[in-house]
């Protein structure tokens, strides 16, 4: 598609489900990043794929957080036994070398 | 550690000029940005500056960078009410590295 296309757009989940998010990258971005945004605050960088290469995971806040990408295409972001503070907008990017970064509109997550 | 940090809130008279200001502490920055988040919306990136530059300008957006300080800055000319939004300065070292964000400026606008 012509941008980065987030899926679902909101989610109300039950703390101490897990939840799955997905990404969409534009077609031919090697990089694709999550970062979290909770309420009124900045951007979280949370974790970043490039290519083939091992992702940076530094973001990650707790084991309760992976993702996955298969190849250069879509990405899901999985938090499992969600908690409150979980509570935040999900936002995916993608770039390729050379160009700026693309944002999708985010899934809002809120744990109840 | 790399941080970036810029003041919360800017309240401008519709028509005037609003600078917002950011600094960053990671001295081998090479991309700095301005990004714009409307309410309920994703973030659109506004323009950005290589650290080899001092100023760009792009219509009413004018981006100035002082590397020495780490100091950047964007202004926007003849401010309308649709440029209220949030606007976020952000740094990284390459076009693919991950970014480093700040919190955030909430521009207003008052008639």
């Known amino acids: 598609g012509a941008g980065v296309s987030q899926s679902p757009s909101n989610k109300v989940t039950e703390k101490g489900k897990d939840v799955e998010l997905r990404c969409d990258p534009i077609?031919?971005?090697?990089?694709l990043y999550w970062y979290r945004q909770r309420l009124g605050q900045g951007l979280e960088f949370l974790i970043y794929?490039?290519?083939?290469?091992?992702?940076?995971k530094s973001g990650l806040p707790s084991d309760r957080f992976s993702a996955e990408r298969t190849g250069e295409s879509v990405s899901t972001l999985t938090i499992q036994r969600t908690q409150q503070e979980d509570s935040a907008v999900y936002l995916c990017?993608?770039?390729?070398?050379?160009?700026?970064?693309?944002f999708g509109s985010g899934t809002r997550l809120t744990v109840v | 550690g790399e941080d970036v940090e810029q003041s919360l809130f800017l309240s401008v008279r519709e028509g005037d000029s609003s600078v917002i200001n950011c600094t960053y502490t990671?001295?081998?920055?090479?991309?700095l940005y301005w990004y714009k988040q409307e309410p309920g919306a994703g973030l659109q990136l506004l323009t950005y500056?290589?650290?080899?530059?001092d100023m760009k300008q792009d219509q009413r957006l004018t981006v100035l960078l002082n590397k020495k300080d780490k100091h950047l800055s964007l202004r926007i000319a003849d401010t309308q009410t649709g440029d209220s939004a949030i606007y976020f300065c952000?740094?990284?070292?390459?076009?693919?590295?991950?970014?480093?964000f700040g919190s955030g400026t909430r521009l207003s606008i008052r008639p």
């Open positions: 500056i290589f650290s080899n530059m």
């Open positions: 952000a740094e990284t070292h390459s076009s693919a590295s991950k970014i480093i």
């Open positions: 990017a993608s770039s390729m070398e050379g160009t700026g970064y693309t």
């Open positions: 077609s031919g971005h090697t990089a």
């Open positions: 990671d001295s081998s920055s090479t991309y």
């Open positions: 794929f490039q290519g083939n290469s091992a992702p940076d």
